[in-house]
């Protein structure tokens, strides 16, 4: 079975802080998503990851995938309360398989 | 962009009943439809893969018997929760693809099952 562990699981910072989420597996993905849930609301893609080595931003949002393609990183900097909200990696496989998500919050 | 419509949003149904939830693709035809499982504050659990014109395949723990995927159409996958208990209550949410491999997934915006 692959699995994807990500850490850590609740994260609660003040606004203007930086944090940094990892999602690692001892498998090989093909390619790597990050998503954003909000509460009651299917996730929302934010970024895919392919290259090993690649490094993607998003704004405030900087991804990484692990040169081995086997784990990957995703680091806010200055965060907002808007971005409060349930962080998931998902690895494919064939299906897309989810880690067990980064709830994040930003108190102002 | 493309559209996965779920429906209903939300339903209550009595434990013993069972409750069908419709997953539709608006604006493009899904080969493959994904139906996951997901409890409060925790990530999604992959329940089956179903692929159009053919048997759904379910993960290692899903019962199939009394979870019924029917993808009968390249717009539409339907999950029925069969006998649904108290312990069926879960956020469902599905999520299609055209096409094989890493292509883009369009997820629902899920469906909030209470059974009491």
């Known amino acids: 079975t692959q699995l994807l562990e990500q850490s850590p699981q609740f994260l609660s910072i003040q606004e203007g802080e930086n944090l940094t989420v990892y999602c690692n597996s001892s498998s090989v993905f093909s390619s790597l998503q990050w998503y954003r849930q909000e509460p009651g609301e299917g996730p929302v893609l934010l970024v895919t990851?392919?290259?090993?080595?690649e490094v993607k931003k998003l704004k405030r949002l900087t991804f990484q995938f692990g040169d081995a393609r086997k784990d990957s990183s995703l680091h806010i900097t200055a965060a907002q309360p808007g971005d409060t909200g349930l962080y998931l990696c998902?690895?494919?496989?064939?299906?897309?398989?989810f880690g067990q998500g980064t709830t994040l919050q930003v108190k102002p | 962009g493309a559209v996965v419509s779920q429906h209903p949003s939300r339903v209550i149904c009595k434990s013993g009943t069972s409750v069908k939830i419709e997953c539709r693709s608006l604006d493009f035809q899904a080969t493959t439809m994904f139906w996951y499982r997901q409890f409060p504050k925790q990530s999604l659990m992959l329940m089956a893969t179903s692929n159009e014109g053919s048997k759904a395949t379910y993960e290692q723990g899903v019962e199939k018997d009394k979870f019924l995927i029917n993808h009968a159409s390249l717009t539409l996958s339907t999950l029925t929760v069969t006998s649904a208990h108290p312990e069926d209550s879960s956020f469902y949410i599905c999520?299609?693809?055209w096409g094989q491999g890493t292509s883009t997934l369009h997820f629902g915006n899920g469906t909030r099952l209470t059974v009491t």
């Open positions: 990851v392919v290259t090993g080595g």
């Open positions: 999520s299609a693809r």
């Open positions: 998902a690895g494919h496989t064939g299906k897309l398989i």
